[in-house]
């Protein structure tokens, strides 16, 4: 669990040598990435070519499996390590503002749900099984506004917005949030001396408890979230790429997912520092999901390896 830390000894204020050591560490991931993944669908679309439909060869099945199997184990244990390292150099950007660490979560869209895909503290809580829909708005304020309006949403303090209707949690208790309020400095000091620690335990009675694993979890109790789009410009796409990736012609960003930031302490992000480096990542990160898209969503040697596997299966089983 992440919990008080240690400043790490770089100084966090370098912003930009972090910067380049961030990106100077993806140029050489990201060719790797797509080096390998290329190689992987090149034998696949090997082995595509040399199947018939006509022989029910088993061994030439496995063979395909195995490979399909491959390309999407690279492609998405690639895409987690370096979501990981970057959740890193994230961390060593945040560092020093607060004795607690800031959770990070990417998060992406499937069948019209939010999803959430990697978290920096390696958890699975049980919320992420719930739905989040764009269609009936059961997604929350963060991600509507991200996902419509392609821009940044911040909220330093969650517990206000709660009271003036500006902000919807399905954890949260809105009625006790309601009455909710902000301890004064000498409570925080009275609480420190007492308990030896800072937590606002007020606060963690406002949410929901859904699992005994999680709920002593003191991160999980925010009152600072800052959520970006995963997006890149699509302005200048050629048209052949545009309907490649099926993209309308007035659509000027497309949207992978979100990168999200929560924190325990009320206005702990700074929108005119945090923004733009923040968007760096998600921009880079990006770069991984389009391209793991085009070896699986957009390719047709994907999809025909897909099919081909389903029918010898369909037909194998008795």
């Known amino acids: 669990m992440f919990d008080k830390f240690e400043v790490p000894l770089r100084n966090s204020n370098d912003i930009p040598n972090l910067l380049r050591d961030f990106i100077c560490y993806h140029q050489s991931e990201l060719f790797q990435y797509l080096f390998l993944a290329n190689e992987k669908h090149k034998k696949l679309k090997n082995l ?3 199947y018939s439909n006509q022989t029910d060869d088993s061994s030439k099945i496995d063979d395909l499996i195995q490979t399909l199997d491959d390309l999407e184990n690279h492609l998405n244990m690639y895409y987690k390590k370096v979501s990981y390292e970057s959740f890193n150099y994230l961390l060593v950007y945040f560092a020093g503002r607060s004795s607690y660490q ?13 999803s959430p895909l990697f978290r920096s503290n390696y958890k699975t809580y049980p919320e992420d099984d719930e739905t989040q829909s764009l269609s009936d708005n059961t997604a929350t304020e ?21 009271k003036k209707g500006k902000y919807k949690n399905p954890r949260l208790n809105i009625d006790l949030a ?3 309020k902000n301890p004064s400095i000498f409570d925080k000091l009275r609480l420190n001396s007492r308990l030896k620690n800072d937590r606002d335990y007020k606060w963690i009675e406002v949410w929901k408890k859904t699992n005994v ?3 002593s979890d003191y991160d999980r109790y925010y009152k600072s979230t800052l959520v970006l789009p995963m997006s890149f410009s699509t302005k200048n796409l050629v048209t ?3 309907q490649h990736l099926k993209i309308e012609q007035n659509l000027e960003r497309i949207l992978w997912g979100w990168l ?3 924190h ?13 480096v923040c968007n760096i990542f998600a921009d880079i990160l990006s770069l991984y999901a389009v391209n793991k898209l085009s070896y699986t969503q957009y390719s047709n040697i994907f999809y025909k390896s897909k099919e081909i596997i389903t029918e010898f299966i369909k037909k194998n089983i008795k």
Do not use: M
Request: proline share 5%; hydrophobic share 40%; glycine share 0%.
């Open 260 to 262: 999200c930031f929560d």
């Open 102 to 114: 800031p959770r990070i979560c990417v998060k992406v869209l499937k069948n019209n749900s939010i």
């Open 240 to 242: 052949e790429v545009r």
């Open 213 to 215: 694993e999680f709920d």
């Open 142 to 162: 963060e991600f509507k506004e991200v996902y419509f309006n392609r821009k940044f949403y911040l909220c330093n303090d969650i517990p206000k917005a709660v």
């Open 178 to 180: 309601k009455q909710y």
């Open 264 to 276: 325990v302490d009320t206005y702990f992000f700074d929108a005119r520092f945090d923004v733009p």
């Open 48 to 50: 595509l070519l040399s």
